[in-house]
């Protein structure tokens, strides 16, 4: 009985992880997208991982969310950057695919 307990709860486990990693590789996607979308103008191909690992490595996500917000006000009021207007879950999977990019 213990041991079919044991069973049931790693199997209930391991979909847990499953399910929070496949979520995390839709937040990726989503994140992607929008980046693609409004970033790309000025962050050409290659030109979006410097300042993303820069930035993502250090700070929080708080931080980042305001980042992209505010760049003026978290960044350097001289930042040439736009203010974005995104849903905070918009935010939430940007930051998680600038992570992403990052830690290549």
């Given amino acids: 009985m213990l041991k079919k307990t044991l069973a049931c709860a790693l199997f209930l486990l391991l979909m847990g992880i499953a399910a929070s990693a496949l979520a995390q590789g839709d937040q990726v996607e989503k994140g992607k997208a929008l ?11 290659g030109g979006l991982a410097k300042p ?11 931080f ?26 918009e935010l939430q999977s940007v930051i998680v695919y600038l992570k992403s990019v990052a830690k290549k």
């Fill in 35 to 45: 980046v693609d979308k409004k970033c790309v103008m000025c962050h050409k191909e």
């Fill in 52 to 62: 993303a690992a820069m930035l993502v490595g250090t700070n929080t996500d708080a």
């Fill in 64 to 89: 980042l969310k305001e980042a992209i917000i505010d760049p003026k006000k978290a960044i350097d009021p001289k930042v040439k950057m736009p203010e974005f207007k995104l849903s905070d879950e």
